[in-house]
């Protein structure tokens, strides 16, 4: 952290502040357990240092909504809201009511391969081996390899709100020729109703 944050004196909290919320947060996890026979929790210790790499967790209630409606799952990264930084991983999916369900929860040290690896294979462990049919994420390099690692017969598919920022990002020139016009169409033959005929006669 020190590298990251250019010396000592610019970061924010101390080694101790993240063993004990580290800590506070194993305690936690094994407060659940005790109340919930089913609650699933591990974590990644780092080799080198002895140090709490990742955590993962989920509920037994996730555990069964994952065994019913575990056909498609959507992964993000993006949630970077705790004052390590370190990625907040929910793993997601939606039930016949379009509800969305929560599979499972990481807090992950960094998103290289190794950690999404390490993620993945304790996600399968956790949901007694089934792997999911589609996986939804953004277009993360890392991400990519370690599902393709660990997921192989799964099918990986970009989000739709990636693909429209990507788009919009590479379409510029014709929003910026069409502004009122273009996005609000392009954004209907994203959106709207999904099937194929659709989609090309938009």
């Not at 944050?5 to 094994?30: I, W």
């Not at 959507?74 to 370190?86: G, I, P, V, Y």
């Not at 993360?140 to 660990?150: E, L």
């Not at 799964?154 to 910026?176: D, E, F, M, P």
Request: hydrophobic letters at 40%.
């Amino acid at each position: 952290m020190k590298e990251f944050y250019g010396g000592a004196d610019k970061v924010s909290f101390s080694r101790m502040d993240c063993n004990n919320d580290a800590q506070t947060l194993l305690e936690y996890l094994k407060c659940k357990k005790m109340e919930d026979p089913t609650f699933f929790y591990t974590m990644q210790i780092d080799q080198e240092n002895g140090q709490i790499a990742n955590f993962f967790w989920a509920d037994g209630q996730s555990i069964m909504d994952y065994a019913c409606f575990g056909d498609a799952m959507s992964f993000d990264t993006n949630f970077q809201t705790n004052k390590f930084e370190m990625p907040f991983a929910p793993i997601l999916g939606g039930n016949h009511h379009k509800h969305t369900m929560i599979f499972g929860v990481a807090l992950l040290f960094n998103e290289t391969i190794e950690s999404l690896v390490w993620l993945f294979e304790i996600f399968l462990t956790a949901m007694s081996g089934k792997h999911p049919s589609t996986i939804f994420t953004d277009q993360d390099a890392a991400m990519a390899g370690a599902i393709s690692y660990v997921f192989q017969n799964t099918s990986h598919r970009i989000c739709l709100w990636h693909i429209y920022l990507n788009a919009a990002k590479h379409l510029g020139h014709v929003i910026q020729k069409h502004p009122e016009k273009f996005l609000p169409d392009f954004k209907r033959c994203v959106y709207e109703d999904r099937s194929e005929l659709y989609f090309q006669k938009k």
